[in-house]
């Protein structure tokens, strides 16, 4: 009797790869990290807002009341609540409005922050901040500039970021030569497909021409005829 081997299903490394709607997969932790660090900031600010409502604080006062160790008012915690409400729809909505979102309140909390310290304890404090506030506003701005960006700014994202423009595309830049040898291939290239025009092409400049014209870029066109060589 003869034993048939059945192969055990293999593990999958790496994470599971989603797909956009152009049908490009990409890491859906990068997505991930965004909506749930904007869900995360928004529960945190909301808290604190809704416990200055709770207390029945002054609207205006610049000496504030205590909530979670730090000052507040009734128009910080206005501000705070909407501030929170904002952060949740974006959320709700995509990772991609999430990320903005969290980048444009990032910068506004930081500079509401330094902007506080030049009016502590004066009547301009009318969000009635004291250091504690400066700090937290400093840090919870830091947190959103960081989960915005995450997998979304840097000189090199990989090409499994949602944020990652196609490579392969001929947008006008890939299709640009940059090093010595690509600019030799480039006129190269051209001579050769005036030979070929012409009926004087040689058999190695008809092979590459062919081949090239299975591709449609200016730059796989390019790698193809270095391919040859």
Do not use: K
């Amino acid at each position: 009797m003869q034993l048939r081997h059945r192969s055990s299903p293999r593990a999958t490394s790496g994470p599971a790869r989603a797909t956009d709607d152009q049908g490009r997969r990409h890491d859906p932790r990068v997505f991930a990290v965004q909506r749930i660090g904007a869900l995360a900031v928004a529960a945190v600010i909301l808290v604190f807002g809704l416990l200055g409502f709770a207390g029945g604080l002054d609207f205006f006062s610049t000496d504030g009341e205590p909530i979670l160790g730090m000052s507040s008012n009734g128009l910080l915690s206005t501000i705070s609540v909407l501030t929170a409400a904002v952060l949740l729809l974006a959320a709700l909505r995509s990772p991609r409005t999430a990320s903005t979102l969290m980048i444009v309140v990032g910068i506004l909390f930081l500079v509401a922050g330094l902007g506080s310290l030049a009016v502590l304890r004066t009547d301009a404090n009318v969000l009635a901040f004291e250091i504690e506030n400066v700090i937290f506003s400093e840090v919870t701005g830091l947190v959103l500039l960081l989960l915005g960006a995450y997998g979304r700014v840097s000189g090199n994202l990989p090409s499994d970021s949602p944020y990652a423009r196609p490579r392969d595309a001929d947008d006008g830049t890939d299709g640009v030569p940059s090093t010595p040898a690509e600019f030799a291939a480039e006129r190269a290239m051209r001579e050769a497909e005036i030979a070929v025009v012409n009926h004087v092409a040689t058999p190695d400049q008809r092979r590459r021409v062919e081949a090239m014209a299975q591709v449609h870029t200016r730059g796989d066109r390019r790698r193809v005829w270095m391919g040859f060589d």
